[in-house]
């Protein structure tokens, strides 16, 4: 079946550093690949996401590239901030269809220190 | 953008009693909404689809005596913890999709943490 594999983490970094999360997906036929963020005490939320091959999804400085000759979709941010600090999720759904539900990867934990 | 929102967001119950976890879209239909039980420090595991006036889809491995749910109308799904165990405590989601939108994401609520005694 559709599945998405994500580093493992957590992922610590200094303030201004750059950061990429490498997220690599299985699946039959052409996903919709999305990124979600889940900070301390909250819900999930949408930060980008890329429904064909080469589509780009930037969002509050975040980008990720639908890559389908390497299967893959790393998140990545040229300079994090404290404020970043989350856990980040990459997942998958095989259609826009209502009837879908997205897989998602483990889950990569961000720690930005000052 | 659209809203879901889940009731309550945290609840405390002894071990053998039922708990009911309302789940919903507040500016959008949903004729289906899926739930999620979240580990810690793991990721989201589906557990069923919930499908308007038919019944739920269950994933493998997930109990659907234990696990009761209701989605009687295109905004409201309901998920029952039955007889609920120490082992049942989680973080539990919902999530829908509005399909007038073609973006293909899907919606969270905000989650509700259930503790079992």
């Known amino acids: 079946g559709d599945s998405v594999t994500q580093m493992e983490g957590p992922v610590t970094l200094s303030e201004e550093a750059f950061l990429t999360i490498n997220c690599t997906y299985t699946?039959?036929?052409?996903?919709?690949l999305f990124w979600y963020v889940q900070y301390p005490g909250e819900g999930l939320q949408l930060l980008l996401k890329a429904t064909k091959a080469d589509d780009k999804g930037s969002n509050k400085g975040f980008e990720a590239t639908y890559r389908k000759e390497t299967t893959s979709f790393h998140l990545e941010k040229g300079s994090v901030q404290v404020s970043d600090s989350a856990v980040y999720f990459c997942a998958l759904s095989e259609s826009s269809n209502s009837g879908y539900a997205l897989n998602f990867g483990k889950g990569t934990s961000l720690l930005v220190t000052p | 953008g659209a809203v879901v929102s889940q009731h309550p967001s945290r609840v405390i119950c002894k071990s053998g009693t039922s708990v009911k976890i309302e789940c919903r879209s507040l500016?959008?239909?949903?004729?289906?909404m899926f739930w999620y039980r979240q580990f810690p420090k793991k990721s989201l595991m589906l557990m069923a689809t919930?499908?308007?006036?038919?019944?739920?889809?269950?994933e493998q491995g997930v109990e659907k005596d234990k696990f009761l749910i209701n989605h009687a109308s295109l905004t409201l799904s309901t998920l029952t913890v039955t007889s609920a165990h120490p082992e049942d405590s989680s973080f539990y989601i919902c999530?829908?999709?509005?399909?007038?939108?073609?973006?293909?994401?899907?919606?969270f609520g905000e989650g509700s943490r259930l503790t079992v005694l």
């Open positions: 919930s499908n308007e006036g038919s019944k739920a889809t269950y």
């Open positions: 699946a039959t036929g052409y996903p919709s």
């Open positions: 999530s829908a999709r509005d399909g007038t939108r073609q973006s293909g994401e899907l919606f």
């Open positions: 500016d959008f239909q949903a004729t289906t």
